[in-house]
């Protein structure tokens, strides 16, 4: 029988509950792939929703797709190159409640999510990376329990097929492919997928319809490889090698304060970027003055007030040093921390900016001068 809700002690990919990491894939001698003819694919999408709600990119609009609920499945648009929101909308929502309270009674927190699975299908290797660098915050030190509540619920068909754009620079930072962190994940190899089983729960999607899937024959590797190769030629030269280094070089550099001329400061590269997770957390009174509640909700290091403490003193009061802290936070510091930075290269950003900064643009630069 299929069940909509995943076991409640399911680990977060990519860790076990002690904080230690695991890959949760089969053992790579042991790996998993099988064939689903592109023709199968919506039959395939149909049976899937019986493991839970699945979400998958829709278009909006002229090259705007968003991750929404799938009814029919024929919208579905897994070429897309990349959604206006990542997937972190999922496991820490803009707006999250957490707790309630009243002159009369106190308070009590809010409940955890306990919803139905989460199927997010169409997720491309660096949105999969980026779930990864997200579950190293939420499930370190101190692990979130709201966080992990939405993540044990979530289960992630990978696709790769569509060619990068010039917004793209995953490939510099090595997260052009998922090896992990997802439960199933497609590769277009031509009139057919390569089906990547990453998880017992990819397994059992997989064999609910396992009429529509067929074993890997040498053809299919030769097809596997030879797209391989050609997607390596796709990406631009973007170089991030020694990146840290060279931005601690260049912190007096005249380039922050070029971008911050720049920069508007309105915070849309952190809504988009699927890493970005700084939040504020404030509190509603309702209208009655006696109730209300706190709620967590997005933030972003680019806003004026975001460091500012208590009695006003603010370490970061103009623009130069706020859209300086940005760079650095994700290429520098979170690397000494993580041992890795957390810009996956989606190009999100990029994509947003109202100003048309570009990451890659800026990356190029501070390698290019001495400041």
């Excluded at 009590?108 to 190293?136: K, P, S």
């Excluded at 003193?313 to 510091?333: A, C, E, M």
Aim: hydrophobic content about 35%; proline content about 6%; glycine content about 8%.
């Amino acid at each position: 029988m299929l069940v909509k809700r995943p076991p409640t002690d399911r680990p977060v990919f990519g860790q076990t509950t002690g904080g230690e990491h695991i890959n949760p894939s089969l053992q790579p001698d042991r790996a998993v792939s099988r064939i689903l003819r592109k023709k199968d694919m919506d039959a395939f999408l149909e049976s899937v929703k019986a493991f839970g709600s699945l979400y998958g990119p829709r278009q909006v609009g002229p090259n705007q797709y968003q991750l929404m609920p799938v009814g029919d499945v024929a919208p579905v648009s897994a070429e897309c190159r990349r959604t206006i929101l990542p997937p972190k909308k999922f496991l820490i929502p803009a707006r999250d409640d957490l707790c309630h309270f009243s002159a009369d009674t106190g308070y009590r927190a809010a409940e955890v999510y306990t919803g139905e699975r989460v199927i997010l299908f169409g997720l491309h290797a660096c949105d999969i990376h980026a779930l990864v660098t997200l579950d190293l915050v939420f499930n370190g030190k101190y692990p979130d329990p709201r966080y992990l509540a939405r993540r044990q619920a979530l289960a992630v068909i990978g696709f790769s097929g569509t060619a990068p754009d010039g917004n793209c620079f995953c490939h510099a930072m090595g997260t052009s492919h998922a090896d992990r962190g997802f439960d199933l994940f497609l590769t277009d190899i031509g009139d057919e997928y390569l089906v990547r089983i990453g998880s017992s729960l990819g397994d059992d999607m997989m064999r609910a319809r396992v009429d529509l899937f067929g074993q890997v024959e040498r053809e299919h590797i030769d097809a596997y490889k030879e797209r391989s190769d050609r997607r390596q030629t796709q990406f631009d030269d973007t170089v991030v090698e020694d990146l840290p280094q060279i931005l601690e070089l260049e912190h007096d550099s005249p380039i922050w304060r070029e971008l911050s001329e720049r920069c508007f400061g309105c915070g849309a590269c952190a809504a988009v970027c699927p890493t970005c997770y700084c939040y504020d957390v404030v509190d509603l009174v309702g209208t009655d003055g006696i109730t209300g509640r706190r709620v967590r909700q997005w933030d972003c290091c680019l806003f004026q007030n975001f460091a500012e403490m208590s009695g006003g003193f603010n370490p970061r009061p103009n623009r130069t040093d706020r859209i300086k802290h940005r760079y650095y936070h994700k290429q520098v510091h979170f690397v000494e921390r993580f041992g890795r930075p957390s810009c996956v290269g989606c190009g999100r950003c990029v994509e947003a900016c109202p100003a048309e900064i570009s990451l890659k643009d800026v990356i190029a630069a501070i390698r290019g001068r001495s400041g």
